[in-house]
């Protein structure tokens, strides 16, 4: 996607501080960091929201899980605890339609969120 941010941070035409990253997805800290480990995963081909998730995407689905459980370890938040949080659509707060995960973690996250 042409105007797509993440997809021109995944490409590299954007900077980001990237964390962890493979053939199949890349993982960068937030810009604007909700708590003090806030990382978001994606994955490289563009899906814009979890609408769009096809069948045949459920394999890098799976893996966005993975790269979040190595990502914990790398942060040392594994055993304190973490969030993985994917919003869609507009009522959820999704403000960039290149599906990610965030991860959060590093203080005490409030249930149930706002
Ligand atoms: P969401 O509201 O779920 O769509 O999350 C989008 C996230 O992307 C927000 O937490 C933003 O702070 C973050 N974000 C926007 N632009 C950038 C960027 N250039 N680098 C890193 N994170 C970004």
Known sequence: MHDCLFCKIQ??????????????????????PQAPTHVLI???QHIATVNDIAGSDETIMGKLFSAAKIIAAQEG???DGYRLVVNCNAQA??????????????????????
């Open 11 to 32: 490409k590299g035409e954007i900077p980001a501080d990237i964390v962890f990253q493979d053939d199949d997805l890349i993982a960068f800290r937030d810009v604007n």
């Open 42 to 44: 994606i994955p490289r």
């Open 77 to 79: 938040v594994s055993d």
């Open 93 to 114: 707060g999704q403000t960039v339609f290149h599906i990610h995960m965030h991860l959060l973690a590093g203080r005490n996250l409030s249930w149930p969120p706002g």
